[in-house]
């Protein structure tokens, strides 16, 4: 069965810094996309950042261009978000995706694989 399983979120003060982590199991995504998602409370899902699948080659949304990178360690099949100036903006449950193809989409319903999501807050 394959999970994917976020850690990382909680409470931050605007301007600070947080690295949110997606762990897969049941099967490996080495070779497959995977993304960051954001959804706050009455908002439509948002595409935050995307990585290729088997290339360090990285997408952003453009709010979130120059402040948050997305990398991933193969070896333990994790993806990383690191987010860094973090505005009130950005208060949202994060939620990992994948996809069965190596190429980044930006539309949520392309990805075939979710996580449960995590919860960042930030405060002004």
């Known amino acids: 069965q394959v999970q994917l399983v976020e850690s990382g979120g909680g409470l931050v003060p605007a301007g600070g810094s947080l690295t949110l982590s997606c762990i897969a199991s049941?099967?490996?995504?080495?070779?497959?996309?995977m993304a960051w998602f954001r959804q706050a409370p009455g908002k439509e899902r948002e595409f935050v950042a995307g990585i290729l699948g088997g290339d360090k080659l990285a997408l952003y949304g453009d709010s979130v261009k120059g402040r948050f990178a997305i990398s991933r360690d193969s070896a333990k099949d994790t993806v990383y978000l690191e987010m860094n100036n973090l505005e009130p903006e950005d208060t949202a449950v994060y939620s990992c995706?994948?996809?069965?193809?190596?190429?980044?989409?930006?539309?949520?319903?392309?990805?075939?694989?979710w996580g449960r999501g995590t919860q960042v807050t930030v405060s002004s």
């Open positions: 995706a994948a996809r069965d193809s190596a190429h980044v989409r930006y539309s949520a319903a392309e990805w075939d694989y």
């Open positions: 049941g099967r490996t995504f080495v070779e497959n996309a």
